[in-house]
């Protein structure tokens, strides 16, 4: 009887989720991948679907009406079920594990099977993320009374954070509040972090513990990472993923003061709490009303690429968010080579704006030709379909490289290898 792993990546813009038959017990080999189905734009309807079975593209669809994540799941949940040519999902009950992205784990290291303590935990954290522990929790719910074989375990974003030193971490704050409301910088995107750091380990075959690379995954939300000897050293996002690069409606990082100055309501609840979350409207303008969205209207950086700088950008709108974007990117490349004693394996671009935008990648490395970076166009424009490509131009003194960053694929690993953590009792 086949081992299904049900790998639940739920973003702030999508869901993506991966069908995984476990490798058998004993063997180390990686977890198969039978299917993955994607549903984006979730921030920028209509959403649509893209599904692939094997190496096959099966389905490329609009879907109208899928506004969240939790219809998101459901609809590629019973999506999988009836597909005929994924026999392996026919029998729910073969569906042993389900993996689930949580961004905001607090202070947890390490990942945990959701019982009622983790998903209480999960949900006195949502306050602190508000684009994605609330809404990871309605799958976590939605799969408890649609599979409950299945046993749940929460990957969080934040673990891979947790070896960031204290000063680097801590805020210039009274220590007594930072200690008791633990107030604190935790990082996040870190499950896609781990991807990358073992992807980029494995193609310059250095071994992760002496491994420095600057990775940037740039998606709906963008963080940037200095990872020296394989962990996380510093990173962009901080007490929330709300702080550093702005991302497809947020802000990122921005002076303080400036929400006393945008509206003097700023600091009263906002009308979109819910009984899992309770932010301000404040909160609110900076998380769901600001960054692309704001400056331009469009929630799609590829939008904002292919107009920036063309007849279609009359008033120049596109060319600001573009040029922001690298602006505020160079804002850590440069500061993380400094961080790394300019010893620095490569550059890494993940995410799927680091991914697709091949303007931005060009012109992000243009601003640190000083540093030694270098791409070729060609290379640039063609990444061809590895996991990790290296885009550098011959003789640039610092590598950079693409990875095609899968963080269902990182926590289906995860499962595997601690199995016997997770076996129900
Ligand atoms: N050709 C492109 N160039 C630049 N960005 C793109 C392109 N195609 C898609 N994107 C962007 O990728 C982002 C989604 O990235 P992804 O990492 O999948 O998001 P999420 O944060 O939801 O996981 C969207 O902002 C989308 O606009
Ligand atoms: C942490 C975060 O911002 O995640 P995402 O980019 O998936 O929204
Ligand atoms: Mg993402």
Redesign the pocket.
């Known amino acids: 009887m086949p081992e299904i792993i049900l790998s639940i990546?739920a973003?702030?813009?999508?869901v993506?989720i991966s069908v995984y038959k476990a490798p058998s017990a004993g063997t180390n080999h990686d977890p198969t991948q039978l299917a993955e189905a994607v549903i984006?734009g979730l921030t920028a309807p209509p959403a649509s679907l893209k599904y692939t079975r094997g190496d096959e593209k099966v389905d490329d669809k609009s879907l109208d009406g899928i506004k969240s994540q939790e219809e998101a799941f459901r609809y590629i949940l019973d999506f999988l079920v009836k597909d005929k040519g994924l026999p392996e999902m026919g029998k729910i009950e073969d569906i042993h594990f389900t993996s689930h992205r949580v961004v905001h784990g607090g202070g947890y290291e390490r990942s945990q099977v959701i019982d009622k303590e983790t998903y209480d935990r999960i949900e006195e954290l949502s306050d602190l993320a508000p684009l994605h522990n609330a809404p990871a929790l309605t799958i976590v719910k939605a799969v408890s009374s649609l599979l409950p074989h299945a046993t749940n375990i929460a990957y969080f974003d934040s673990s891979f954070h947790s070896t960031i030193p204290a000063h680097i971490h801590a805020y210039p704050i009274d220590p007594v509040v930072a200690k008791k409301n633990k107030l604190r910088k935790y990082g996040f995107h870190g499950i896609s972090y781990a991807f990358i750091t073992h992807a980029v380990s494995k193609y310059l075959q250095k071994p992760a513990s002496e491994l420095n690379i600057i990775a940037l995954h740039l998606?709906?939300?963008a963080s940037a990472c200095c990872i020296k000897n394989g962990h996380s050293f510093d990173t962009s996002m901080g007490l929330t993923p709300l702080a550093g690069l702005p991302g497809?409606t947020r802000s990122g990082s921005i002076d303080p003061s400036l929400m006393f100055h945008f509206t003097h309501s700023a600091g009263k609840p906002s009308r979109s709490s819910s009984e899992h979350m309770h932010i301000t409207q404040a909160e609110e303008i900076l998380n769901k009303n600001s960054g692309?969205k704001a400056l331009t209207g469009t929630?799609?950086?590829?939008?904002i690429?292919n107009k920036a700088g063309t007849d279609e950008d009359k008033d120049g709108t596109y060319s600001l968010a573009f040029d922001l974007f690298v602006d505020r990117i160079l804002n850590y490349v440069g500061p993380y080579f400094v961080k790394l004693d300019g010893k620095v394996d490569a550059l890494v671009f993940a995410?799927?704006?680091g991914e697709?935008?091949?303007k931005?990648r060009a012109m992000v490395v243009e601003g640190v030709r000083c540093l030694g970076f270098e791409v070729d166009e060609g290379r640039n424009e063609k990444l061809g379909g590895d996991v990790v490509v290296d885009i550098s131009k011959e003789g640039a003194r610092f590598k950079t490289l693409v990875c095609r960053t899968d963080e269902q694929l990182e926590m289906a690993r995860g499962v595997v290898e601690e199995r016997g953590r997770f076996e129900r009792k």
């Open positions: 990546n973003g702030s813009s999508s993506k984006s998606g709906s939300g497809a692309w929630t799609d950086f590829g939008v690429s995410g799927g704006i697709k935008g091949v931005l």
